[in-house]
């Protein structure tokens, strides 16, 4: 995910609980604040970026209205899983729920109920490295960034983020269990992003840090990947055939779940921040020079050919795209051209 790029970790645990309490603030322009995510509920998009803000569009092309947000930490990625469920999550272990296409939303986990579950799941283990690691969230208080997120449903879902924090809840964030235990990552690399596909569940992170359910997240095992620098997003193409990308432009292509891997040309090296699927499948990839780059057998090529300043995701819907970064969500055309 962009929030490397785009919105940084907190420096210290004090303001962002602050910020956990406080709503965000109703701005003049929200039209023109720095966004990170974006997503579809139903004929809706909504946006989520710095400082809190949440941003509905009820009609394509139409305002941009600001909705109430219950926090005012930074929100880096939304997802739904149909017309009126969804989750925006950020920094200070922020969770928000909406049930009514994202009119509303409501604060469900944050960095110190999450901590505390953490160390009553180690505790309740006999593994000394996660103990130390729920104890250290504890006392370092809520200042861990949730990063991605994904709804298998409306009450399923599974956030991700910042030194390997993982959580999931089976009732719309109701009740949340910790996932930590599940991942095989034993120094507690950021985890940027989560894709599924079926019974398929691929997070991606720091350090080439790559990890496999085949079983619907039951349990995981890390792959081993070509390159050791960050993956910041991913794509699942098929059942065994997935896509790393990040760091330098970097983007590498398994068509056997993850047993090789081939790099695929970019000629752009820099890095990728996010990527999108449009209505065919067709993978499309966001890089920090403001460009959209298409996925073929050939390798990546570049498909806007003007860029967009401080790129942070596009939202593919239909025919148009809406770009994100520090001027806003910018509606394009399938050139990347702006309207």
Request: no cysteine; aromatic share 6%; glycine share 12%.
């Amino acid at each position: 995910m962009s929030w490397a790029l785009a919105a940084g970790l907190p420096a210290a645990a004090g303001p962002v609980a602050d910020a956990l309490e406080r709503p965000a603030l109703v701005l003049k322009n929200p039209r023109n604040a720095l966004v990170l995510s974006a997503a579809r509920a139903g004929q809706q998009r909504v946006v989520v970026g710095e400082r809190g803000v949440i941003l509905r569009q009820a009609e394509a092309r139409g305002p941009w209205q600001q909705v109430a947000s219950p926090v005012s930490t930074t929100l880096t990625t939304v997802r739904f899983a149909d017309d009126r469920h969804g989750v925006a999550v950020g920094h200070g272990g922020a969770v928000l729920v909406t049930r009514d296409g994202g009119q509303q939303w409501t604060l469900q986990l944050d960095g110190r109920r999450l901590a505390k579950l953490a160390l009553e799941a180690a505790q309740a283990g006999a593994d000394p490295v996660l103990l130390r690691d729920a104890e250290r969230l504890v006392a370092d208080g809520p200042d861990k960034p949730f990063l991605d997120a994904h709804m298998w449903d409306a009450q399923r879902l599974l956030v991700v983020g910042a030194y390997g924090i993982a959580m999931a809840s089976d009732n719309g964030g109701v009740h949340w269990t910790s996932w930590m235990g599940r991942l095989p990552n034993p120094r507690g690399n950021h985890l940027y992003a989560v894709r599924q596909r079926g019974e398929r569940v691929l997070i991606a992170g720091e350090q080439g840090l790559a990890l496999l359910s085949v079983d619907g997240g039951n349990s995981f095992k890390a792959l081993k990947t070509p390159y050791a620098g960050s993956w910041f997003t991913a794509e699942m193409l098929a059942d065994d055939v997935y896509v790393l990308a990040g760091l330098r432009g970097n983007v590498w292509m398994t068509r056997d779940g993850g047993g090789t891997w081939a790099q695929m040309a970019n000629p752009m090296p820099a890095s990728i921040v996010a990527s999108a699927r449009d209505a065919q499948g067709q993978a499309l990839f966001v890089n920090q020079a403001g460009f959209v780059l298409a996925l073929s057998e050939q390798g990546l090529r570049p498909v806007n050919k003007t860029a967009w300043p401080t790129p942070t995701g596009v939202l593919i819907d239909g025919s148009t795209w809406l770009a994100l970064g520090a001027q806003g969500p910018i509606e394009l055309n399938e050139q990347g051209e702006r309207f």
